[in-house]
């Protein structure tokens, strides 16, 4: 990317960042790339395809943002992409896109160079980004291009599992985390309940956990929510699985009822304890929802 301007890297930057300003629950990556580039539009040099196939616009907005990942401006996990309160208030104050990307870039540099000796040099006035971070940008463009596609891959396998396998990895999931499973609901009608499950073998420790699982792409609303914080008693615990999340409100009105205990879990989630307790799952189990870990040199967050 050497030789690509401020001007024109701080453009893409703040496109990308208007964008996600209205997303405030994130975008997928290529959401953020594609509406972005509706906004600020490529030019026919940006068109160009890269000898690794990828648009040459894509790989600019890619190397642009891993300033603003280390900046603490933006996050990207899991093939999504979200603006922080200090990525909204970086956009608010600094209008001009190249002392917008500049900033940026001098954070970046400022963070890296904390193992070296004497301070980092000034912002030059020249309007040409340098390539000498060249190697650790191209490390992290690498690094979340593979996490975004093993989570695509991840997704497909989960949003086309079978509702009733999905149910079955779930009540694996929580007996590899350590609770007993008394119930699993059969084909048909379950109540709201989809799996009942205890701290001890024999359910005399409370509370009973019941657990309803969705397998669906929409998120569960407060009404959701509250249809199936009724089937809770007393001296219930809630777990509500689904994959397509909870809206705003939902969570809100789980976090602030004091009279039920429950436990919202999306599939990012989901993902996570799968992974935290895979050692701990049986092979049946593990069939589910194989996965396999793949170590590399990550890039310097």
């Avoid at 690509?4 to 994130?26: C, D, K, N, Y």
Wanted: glycine share 6%; net charge negative; hydrophobic share 40%.
């Amino acid at each position: 990317m050497a030789d690509i301007t401020h001007q024109r890297l701080g453009e893409l930057l703040r496109g990308v960042f208007a964008v996600l300003a209205s997303h405030p629950g994130g975008l997928s990556a290529a959401e953020a790339i594609t509406t972005t580039a509706e906004r600020v539009a490529p030019t026919a040099h940006e068109q160009a395809l890269l000898p690794n196939g990828k648009r040459r616009y894509d790989t600019m907005l890619r190397w642009a943002t891993v300033d603003c990942v280390v900046a603490g401006w933006l996050v990207k996990a899991h093939g999504r992409w979200s603006i922080t309160p200090a990525g909204e208030a970086a956009y608010a104050e600094t209008s001009d896109p190249a002392a917008f990307h500049k900033r940026a870039n001098q954070i970046y540099k400022s963070r890296k160079s904390t193992a070296a000796t004497g301070p980092v040099p000034a912002p030059k006035a020249d309007d040409v980004e340098p390539a000498a971070d060249a190697a650790g940008k191209s490390a992290a463009v690498t690094f979340e291009q593979a996490d975004e596609q093993a989570w695509s891959e991840i997704e497909r396998h989960l949003e086309t599992m079978d509702p009733y396998d999905f149910q079955d990895l779930v009540a694996a999931l929580l007996k590899a985390m350590g609770y007993h499973i008394a119930w699993i609901a059969p084909k048909g009608k379950d109540g709201g309940v989809d799996i009942v499950a205890f701290n001890d073998p024999l359910g005399t420790r409370p509370p009973r956990i019941k657990v309803q699982v969705k397998r669906q792409q929409q998120k569960v609303d407060v009404n959701g929510l509250r249809s199936f914080l009724a089937v809770l008693a007393a001296d219930d615990a809630g777990i509500f699985v689904n994959t397509g999340g909870f809206t705003a409100d939902a969570t809100d009105a789980a976090r602030k009822d004091h009279l039920h205990r429950a436990t919202l879990v999306d599939m990012e989630r989901l993902v996570d304890l799968w992974t935290e307790h895979y050692a701990r799952l049986d092979e049946t189990a593990r069939r589910r929802l194989p996965l396999q870990p793949i170590y590399f040199l990550a890039p310097e967050s």
